[in-house]
C-alpha cells in the first residue's frame, strides 16, 4: 500500500519554464490537495479536489493550475516558473466530508533559478 | 492575516521530562484540532486530534488540551523521547475540508 506518491522528488527550474508535480494515491480518496511551504512557514493551500472533475483554489493559487481526471491523479502545474516559487510541495488526500486527517506525500522540492 | 500561530519556533526538552507545544488560532468557526509531526524530507504524519466538543483527548504519551474561550490548544509529550525530535504543527480545520497550518514548532529531545 504506496499510500501518496509524488514525483520527481526534486527539480531545478529556469525562470519561465514550465512543469508538473505528479501525485497519485491508491487509497480511493475523494478529497486530494496541493500544498506548498516555505521554509519556516506552515503549509499552504495551493489548489484542492472533492472529486474527479472537480477542483477550487485554495490561499494561494497564482502561477498554478490542476486537473483531475481521475480520482488516483491529482498533477499539478506550475507555468512560467518564478523564483517566488521556490518551495517544498505537499499532496495530500483524505476519504471524505468528516474525516479532515490528510495523509501526505513525501513532498517535492522545487528549486527556480 | 495568520489565523494560527505557534509563537515558539523552536523548543529544546530532556529526554524523559514533558514536552509542551502551544498553538492559538484567531477562527472561532474553526470546530476539529489536529497535531501533526513532520521529520526532515518526509511529509507531514498525523499525530493526534480533538474536536471542539471536547477539551482533552490523550492517546498514549500525547495528549492535546483545547480552551476554546481563550482559543488555544497545546499538544503534551510525556515522557519525552529522542524519537520525538520533529517539527510539529497545528492545524484547525473548519468543516473538516481545509486544514490551516501553523507556521511549527521545531522540538529537540536532549539526551
Known amino acids: 500500500n504506496a499510500g501518496v506518491t509524488q514525483t520527481p522528488k526534486f527539480r531545478i527550474l529556469k525562470i519561465g519554464q514550465s512543469m508538473t508535480l505528479q501525485c497519485t494515491q491508491d487509497?480511493?480518496?475523494?478529497?486530494m490537495y496541493w500544498y506548498r511551504q516555505d521554509p519556516g512557514m506552515g503549509l499552504k493551500l495551493i489548489y484542492y479536489?472533492?472529486?474527479?472533475?472537480?477542483?477550487d483554489k485554495g490561499e494561494v493559487p497564482n502561477g498554478y493550475n490542476v486537473s483531475r481526471s481521475t480520482t488516483e491523479d491529482f498533477p499539478l502545474r506550475l507555468e512560467l516558473a518564478a523564483p517566488s516559487q521556490t518551495s517544498v510541495y505537499f499532496c495530500?488526500?483524505?476519504?471524505?466530508?468528516?474525516?479532515?486527517?490528510?495523509?501526505f506525500g513525501a513532498g517535492s522540492r522545487l528549486t527556480v533559478l | 492575516d495568520q489565523q494560527v500561530k505557534q509563537n515558539s519556533p523552536s523548543l529544546s526538552v530532556q529526554e524523559g521530562r514533558i514536552s509542551i507545544l502551544n498553538c492559538d488560532y484567531t477562527?472561532?468557526?474553526?470546530?476539529?484540532f489536529l497535531w501533526y509531526k513532520k521529520y526532515p524530507a518526509e511529509g507531514p504524519t498525523f499525530l493526534i486530534s480533538?474536536?471542539?466538543?471536547?477539551d482533552k483527548n490523550e492517546d498514549g504519551r500525547f495528549t492535546v488540551f483545547l480552551n476554546k474561550s481563550a482559543k488555544h490548544l497545546s499538544l503534551h509529550i510525556v515522557p519525552s523521547q529522542p524519537g520525538d525530535s520533529a517539527v510539529y504543527f497545528c492545524?484547525?480545520?473548519?468543516?473538516?475540508?481545509?486544514?490551516?497550518f501553523g507556521q511549527g514548532t521545531r522540538l529537540t529531545i536532549n539526551p
Open positions: 495530500a488526500s483524505t476519504q471524505g466530508l468528516n474525516n479532515p486527517v490528510l495523509t
Open positions: 487509497m480511493n480518496h475523494n478529497y
Open positions: 479536489s472533492v472529486g474527479a472533475g472537480i477542483t
Open positions: 477562527n472561532s468557526m474553526f470546530d476539529y
Open positions: 480533538i474536536s471542539s466538543i471536547k
Open positions: 492545524a484547525p480545520s473548519q468543516g473538516a475540508q481545509k486544514l490551516v
